[in-house]
């Protein structure tokens, strides 16, 4: 109990330090951004990770929640509705709430591929409506609203950036607690057992589609909360916020992170936020490395960053986790020399004039500049291929000690 | 009245019948044990009775009421607890949580989502009551998915009882353990459905002969008898069903 609220707490410092570290205004967007997704993560997580619903329509209640939480913004700045933009995330989260409870209506009756098909149905409904009711969705441009009307929040207009920051940052940490609480309680706990073994929940008495409709419920919530974090920062918001694209791209930051966890969907809402606004200054690529990212994710971390970290566990445990480090460190050097003459290729394959890489100058059209950069991953490659023996010998040397007591015990 | 009485029970998959008009009557507190050969249907007549499928005609009353067109979790509900075949636990959940799991319902707790598991002293202190009887205490962190089998069998059991169900069903409690095992498990199994009406499914001889009061023989998706260990064991009928492999001495 101690140990948790030390975390809690340790979470709150850390939200409102990270504005004096990261004080430019780039830096400031970035975790504005951050806020928002790392709540539609993890309202995503309690779907896929949580209820075992794997959703392909997710963001029709982040978008809905947007929506309407910008036309309640239009609606203070007539001065038809008087409140607070800072409960602007309310309203996201109760039109989240309402589509969900409408949508999880027929869509829990089944998990699995049904529920899959129908949420990817919906998706492309909401997409189809919002052309059709332009009044509502703004057609192709969208709705644009203004946050500094209303009634100043103690003096705070949100005019600045960083104001925003400190409202989203808040919610977050609302958002946040409450989702882990959600875990704690009876339905959180059954939506486990409904994902582990639907047909056995069945028999101590509990209704799947129930226990799959709340779970559904509360991610439609607090997607809808995130929707409205949405709609404060932009000021704007599309129909792109609420089709298969930012739909997929939850789930990417949620795989990555690791679905398993509850910590797992920060850290992939904050490693894609971050490939998303540095990366894109950088290369037209990203998308493709981020394909390749989550490709190499789904293939050798299918717990996601966080089912890496807690990988580590017993060595922890063992204090052996030094033990690692050089291993580590010998085998991230030749993979990071493989990974920048990819990175290298594959700017080279689509570039017009010569490429300023790494201070070298390459061009496409020179294979003296194609040799270097394949001599280069060549090098990276042997060099991972040998450093691999290492490191599996290291951790098996890690990790054995906890192996000890663990055998003997199941031999018992 | 019976606690569970099935009338002219049958089901059929497309054309096969599986269950051919099968009645049996219950009571309170008594334990009953199905046998039969290999496709007989008992499993299919344990499916029937919990729920899981319907029938194609006949009824069944749990305590005095039909309970045949209900889903398996409103039997649950009304206290018919079942274990199964093979075994069918939350694999990534820790032990306690499936045992936690287990008592939900009959607790009060339904779908709250506004109370907290840490908190709940009452509920927290029953299931490690319950992990004590199964003999899983130490366990209780580990995901039940790394369980030993006979562990996980026991588990199996526990998440079954744990309710407080007044008829328990269980489907091969000790198939597949070693004798050691199912010496353990037939204890445990005395111990936790003490009191309580029980039907069991179950290959072998000497457990069912041990623990039974009564016994129903199914050949074929029908009964042929129902009646005391003693007098099944001299029955003509059933001892044609099965050559010869009632031991005669057990």
């Given at each position: 109990?101690?140990?948790?609220?030390?975390?809690?707490?340790?979470?709150?410092l850390?939200?409102?330090?990270?504005?004096?570290?990261?004080?430019s205004?780039?830096?400031?967007?970035?975790?504005?951004?951050?806020?928002?997704?790392?709540?539609?993560?993890?309202?995503?997580?309690?779907?896929?990770?949580?209820?075992?619903?794997?959703s392909?329509?997710?963001?029709?209640?982040?978008?809905?929640?947007?929506?309407?939480?910008?036309?309640?913004?239009?609606?203070?700045?007539?001065?038809?509705?008087?409140?607070?933009?800072?409960?602007?995330?309310?309203?996201?989260?109760?039109?989240?709430?309402?589509?969900a409870?409408?949508?999880?209506?027929?869509?829990?009756r089944?998990?699995?591929t049904?529920?899959a098909?129908?949420?990817?149905?919906?998706?492309?409904?909401?997409?189809?409506?919002?052309?059709?009711?332009?009044?509502?969705?703004?057609?192709?441009?969208?709705?644009?609203?203004?946050?500094?009307?209303g009634?100043p929040?103690?003096?705070?207009?949100?005019?600045?950036?960083s104001?925003?920051?400190?409202?989203?940052?808040?919610?977050l940490?609302?958002?946040t607690?409450?989702?882990?609480?959600?875990?704690?309680?009876?339905a959180?706990?059954?939506?486990?057992?409904?994902?582990?073994?639907?047909?056995?929940?069945?028999?101590?008495?509990?209704?799947?589609?129930?226990?799959?409709?709340?779970?559904?419920?509360a991610?439609?919530?607090?997607?809808?909360?995130?929707?409205?974090?949405?709609?404060?920062?932009?000021?704007?918001?599309?129909?792109?916020?609420?089709?298969?694209?930012?739909?997929?791209?939850?789930l990417?930051?949620?795989?990555?992170?690791?679905?398993?966890?509850?910590?797992?969907?920060?850290i992939?809402?904050?490693?894609?936020?971050?490939?998303?606004?540095?990366?894109?200054?950088?290369?037209?690529?990203?998308?493709?490395?981020?394909?390749?990212?989550?490709?190499l994710?789904?293939?050798?971390?299918?717990?996601?960053?966080?089912?890496?970290?807690?990988?580590?566990?017993?060595?922890?445990?063992?204090?052996?986790?030094?033990?690692?480090?050089?291993?580590?460190?010998?085998?991230?050097?030749p993979?990071?020399?493989?990974l920048?003459?990819?990175?290298?290729?594959?700017?080279?394959?689509?570039?017009?004039?010569?490429?300023?890489?790494?201070?070298?100058?390459?061009?496409?059209?020179?294979?003296?500049?194609?040799?270097v950069?394949?001599?280069?991953?060549?090098?990276?490659a042997?060099?991972?291929?040998?450093?691999?023996?290492?490191?599996?010998?290291?951790?098996?040397?890690?990790?054995?000690?906890?192996?000890?007591?663990?055998?003997?015990?199941?031999?018992? | 009245?019976?606690?569970?009485?099935?009338?002219?029970?049958?089901?059929?998959?497309?054309?096969?019948?599986?269950?051919?008009d099968v009645?049996?009557?219950?009571?309170?507190?008594?334990?009953?044990?199905?046998?039969?050969?290999?496709?007989?249907?008992?499993?299919?007549?344990?499916?029937?009775?919990?729920?899981?499928?319907p029938?194609?005609?006949?009824?069944?009353?749990?305590?005095?009421?039909?309970?045949?067109?209900?889903?398996?979790?409103?039997?649950?509900?009304?206290?018919?607890?079942?274990?199964?075949?093979?075994t069918?636990?939350?694999?990534?959940?820790?032990?306690?949580?499936?045992?936690?799991?287990?008592?939900?319902?009959?607790?009060?707790?339904?779908?709250?989502?506004?109370?907290?598991?840490?908190?709940?002293?009452?509920?927290?202190?029953?299931?490690?009551?319950?992990?004590?009887?199964?003999?899983?205490?130490?366990?209780?962190?580990?995901?039940?998915?790394?369980?030993?089998?006979?562990q996980?069998?026991?588990?199996?059991?526990?998440i079954?009882?744990?309710?407080?169900?007044?008829?328990?069903?269980?489907?091969?409690?000790?198939?597949?353990?070693?004798?050691?095992?199912?010496?353990?498990a037939?204890?445990?199994?005395?111990?936790?459905?003490?009191?309580?009406?029980?039907?069991?499914?179950?290959?072998?001889?000497?457990?069912?002969?041990?623990?039974?009061?009564?016994?129903?023989?199914?050949?074929?998706?029908?009964i042929?008898?129902?009646?005391?260990?003693?007098?099944?064991?001299?029955?003509?009928?059933?001892?044609?069903?099965?050559?010869?492999?009632?031991?005669?001495?057990?």
């Amino acid at each position: 109990m101690k140990k948790n609220l030390a975390l809690w707490g340790a979470y709150a410092l850390i939200l409102l330090i990270l504005p004096s570290v990261f004080s430019s205004v780039l830096g400031i967007s970035i975790l504005n951004q951050m806020t928002i997704w790392i709540i539609f993560a993890l309202s995503y997580n309690m779907m896929l990770g949580q209820g075992g619903m794997l959703s392909f329509g997710h963001a029709v209640y982040f978008g809905l929640g947007g929506f309407m939480s910008v036309h309640a913004l239009n609606l203070i700045a007539d001065e038809i509705l008087v409140f607070s933009v800072t409960l602007i995330p309310l309203v996201g989260g109760a039109f989240g709430l309402l589509a969900a409870l409408f949508i999880g209506s027929f869509s829990t009756r089944k998990a699995g591929t049904v529920f899959a098909m129908i949420s990817l149905g919906i998706g492309e409904l909401i997409v189809a409506l919002s052309l059709i009711f332009v009044d509502f969705f703004g057609g192709e441009a969208g709705v644009s609203g203004d946050r500094t009307y209303g009634p100043p929040f103690f003096g705070v207009e949100f005019l600045q950036d960083s104001e925003v920051y400190y409202l989203g940052a808040f919610w977050l940490f609302v958002a946040t607690l409450l989702m882990y609480l959600f875990t704690q309680t009876p339905a959180g706990r059954m939506a486990n057992a409904v994902r582990d073994n639907p047909e056995r929940a069945e028999f101590i008495g509990y209704s799947t589609r129930r226990v799959r409709f709340i779970t559904f419920c509360a991610a439609g919530l607090f997607a809808g909360v995130a929707g409205g974090l949405f709609a404060i920062n932009y000021e704007f918001i599309t129909e792109e916020n609420l089709n298969a694209l930012t739909s997929g791209r939850v789930l990417l930051m949620a795989y990555i992170g690791g679905l398993g966890f509850f910590i797992g969907p920060i850290i992939g809402a904050v490693i894609l936020t971050l490939m998303n606004s540095l990366l894109s200054n950088y290369s037209e690529m990203w998308m493709l490395y981020l394909g390749i990212m989550f490709l190499l994710t789904v293939m050798f971390l299918p717990k996601g960053f966080a089912g890496f970290i807690m990988m580590h566990r017993a060595a922890w445990a063992n204090g052996r986790l030094g033990s690692l480090a050089l291993p580590y460190f010998l085998i991230a050097v030749p993979a990071s020399v493989f990974l920048l003459a990819f990175v290298g290729m594959v700017e080279l394959s689509h570039a017009d004039e010569l490429l300023h890489y790494l201070g070298m100058s390459l061009a496409a059209d020179s294979p003296v500049s194609w040799l270097v950069l394949l001599i280069m991953a060549g090098g990276g490659a042997i060099g991972v291929r040998l450093a691999r023996a290492r490191l599996s010998d290291a951790w098996e040397l890690a990790n054995a000690a906890a192996a000890g007591p663990q055998s003997q015990e199941a031999q018992r | 009245m019976s606690l569970l009485a099935l009338d002219s029970v049958c089901k059929s998959f497309g054309s096969t019948q599986i269950i051919r008009d099968v009645s049996l009557n219950i009571e309170a507190g008594e334990k009953h044990a199905i046998i039969g050969p290999n496709g007989a249907g008992k499993s299919t007549l344990f499916h029937l009775i919990s729920g899981r499928y319907p029938l194609s005609s006949g009824g069944i009353q749990f305590k005095g009421e039909a309970i045949h067109n209900l889903p398996p979790y409103e039997i649950a509900r009304r206290g018919l607890a079942r274990s199964f075949q093979v075994t069918n636990i939350f694999h990534r959940m820790s032990v306690f949580e499936n045992i936690r799991c287990a008592l939900l319902w009959s607790e009060g707790y339904r779908y709250a989502f506004w109370k907290l598991l840490g908190r709940q002293a009452e509920l927290n202190r029953k299931t490690h009551e319950m992990l004590e009887q199964i003999g899983l205490a130490d366990k209780a962190d580990l995901p039940s998915g790394e369980l030993a089998y006979a562990q996980q069998r026991a588990l199996e059991l526990g998440i079954a009882v744990a309710s407080g169900a007044e008829l328990i069903m269980l489907d091969e409690p000790v198939a597949g353990m070693s004798n050691s095992e199912a010496e353990n498990a037939v204890a445990l199994i005395r111990r936790i459905t003490e009191g309580k009406t029980l039907i069991m499914v179950e290959h072998d001889m000497n457990i069912v002969f041990d623990i039974a009061d009564r016994i129903s023989v199914l050949v074929y998706g029908e009964i042929i008898a129902t009646d005391k260990p003693e007098s099944i064991r001299s029955n003509a009928r059933v001892q044609e069903a099965y050559l010869g492999e009632v031991p005669s001495d057990a």
